[in-house]
């Protein structure tokens, strides 16, 4: 059966919801495409994300938020403690309902929803419609097929349908964390600080996170760069760590994940096909974070997309180019900024954080924020310190 | 002969191997599945997995 629509957006993660509620408010007829029964689940994520991230595009609802965090920890690879008194304000989010929820929005602005749909093709026809083809889930019905002017691409870190367009999305091995964690519940945890661990025994390449999802339990994880890889070493590590740290503590919803730690991918749009979230790379590259990207990227796409509709029933495919030119100006020109520094903290040797670690622990903690964090790492290379300062000035 | 195999008792389908698969012969639909025409046994994908689901010529995961 051929669905008509005028936008289709593969992948209901914060990304494609996010467009699509956009989408269907302006009074366009959108469907919303997810591969799983269910959008969200399970979350594939940290779930930390700054008070700034989000509410440039969202009023945080309570029932998201797991817990609030005020101060955090950074542990170097020799054990040395770092307190870091003066966090600015974070949240751990509750990934699976927030998703959830941003479907049901969705489609209370009117976008039709379908679950359970894997897309396993895209191309353009002759005449001008993208179409994309679904596998036959269930083997009885046919296999069901959207066409639209528009095809917004939100289909997460793997990515698959921007080839059939021509994008080389392929990662290279420094630009992919991959990523392993679990939720951990034990009475150690506190609710209201987020711990790091940094180093090569830790996690090559990237770094261990205790993000606190209430008291005594939390979304702990660690991401390995791609390039130090080895078969299952992600999982290995994790669960080392946490018979180490926490034993006999009753661990559960062990998964895994890549994420993207490169530059966005350009363009962002070609022709009527446009590109958001993890599927556009639109990560920070220094500490993986992907959420606030995704919510404004989306909801900026989807806003372009439905303005593109002209009078005449036509589309206008120069509109959608708004959306990169407003994303390049905002998070756009943060993750090129972060991306500028990652090879130097990709680089940075245990002593080299160690040494870091050790200077600040002696600092008073309720100083120290992660501003004063950055700073006393590149202050200690002269080079990269003008780096930093040209990029951040 | 080609062969990625994979474990799918071990795979958790997060598509991680399919991002760096510069040759687009990994596809998640129901369930991951290899493109045996297009795969060339580079092996990024067996070292790229968290969970050591995938594995080259012959061995198993």
């Not at chain 1, 269910?38 to 609802?61: F, K, N, S, V």
């Not at chain 1, 209430?214 to 994790?238: E, M, R």
């Not at chain 2, 040759?23 to 790229?48: F, M, P, Q, T």
Request: net charge positive; hydrophobic share 40%.
């Amino acid at each position: 059966m051929n669905h008509q629509y005028d936008i289709i957006i593969v992948g209901a993660g914060p990304a494609g919801s996010m467009a699509a509620a956009a989408a269907a408010a302006a009074g366009r007829n959108v469907c919303l495409i997810e591969r799983k029964p269910q959008a969200g689940t399970p979350a594939r994520c940290g779930e930390g994300i700054g008070y700034r991230g989000l509410t440039l595009t969202l009023e945080p609802r309570p029932e998201w938020i797991k817990s609030t965090v005020v101060r955090a920890r950074m542990i170097s690879p020799a054990g040395v403690k770092v307190d870091i008194g003066n966090v600015d304000k974070s949240w751990i989010l509750d990934r699976e309902r927030m998703d959830s929820d941003l479907v049901k929005d969705a489609v209370k602005s009117g976008a039709d929803f379908f679950p359970s749909t894997p897309i396993v093709s895209a191309e353009k026809l002759s005449n001008g419609l993208y179409r994309c083809t679904a596998a036959n889930a269930d083997k009885k019905s046919a296999a069901r097929e959207f066409t639209a002017p528009i095809l917004i691409l939100a289909d997460g870190v793997e990515s698959r349908l921007a080839r059939c367009f021509g994008w080389d999305t392929a990662l290279r091995l420094n630009d992919i964390e991959t990523c392993a964690f679990a939720r951990v519940r034990s009475d150690g945890i506190e609710p209201d600080c987020c711990t790091f661990y940094t180093g090569s025994a830790a996690a090559p390449g990237g770094y261990l996170w205790i993000f606190p999802r209430g008291a005594g339990v939390a979304n702990v994880g660690l991401g390995v760069i791609g390039s130090k890889c080895t078969p299952g070493l992600p999982q290995k590590l994790l669960m080392d760590f946490i018979n180490r740290n926490f034993p006999k503590s009753k661990v559960t919803d062990l998964h895994c994940g890549g994420v993207p730690v490169g530059r966005w991918v350009r363009p962002l749009v070609k022709g009527g096909v446009m590109l958001i979230g993890d599927a556009a790379r639109q990560v920070n590259a220094i500490n993986g974070a992907g959420i606030a990207y995704s919510l404004y990227a989306g909801r900026l796409a989807g806003a372009a997309a439905a303005k593109s509709f002209r009078g005449d029933g036509g589309v206008d495919y120069r509109v959608l180019l708004e959306y990169q030119k407003e994303w390049a100006g905002n998070f756009g020109k943060q993750q090129d900024r972060s991306f500028a520094l990652k090879e130097f903290i990709l680089s940075a040797s245990d002593s080299f954080l160690n040494k870091i670690a050790e200077t600040l622990s002696k600092e008073d903690p309720e100083k120290i924020n992660y501003r004063r964090v950055f700073m006393r790492t590149f202050a200690s290379r002269p080079s990269l310190f003008l780096k930093a300062f040209k990029l951040f000035r | 002969m080609t062969g990625i195999a994979i474990n799918h008792k071990k795979c958790d389908e997060c598509g991680a191997c399919i991002s760096v698969c510069r040759k687009d012969a990994l596809v998640l639909g129901e369930k991951l599945e290899v493109l045996a025409d297009r795969c060339v046994s580079c092996g990024v994908c067996v070292n790229i997995c968290p969970f050591a689901a995938l594995a080259t010529n012959g061995e198993t995961a």
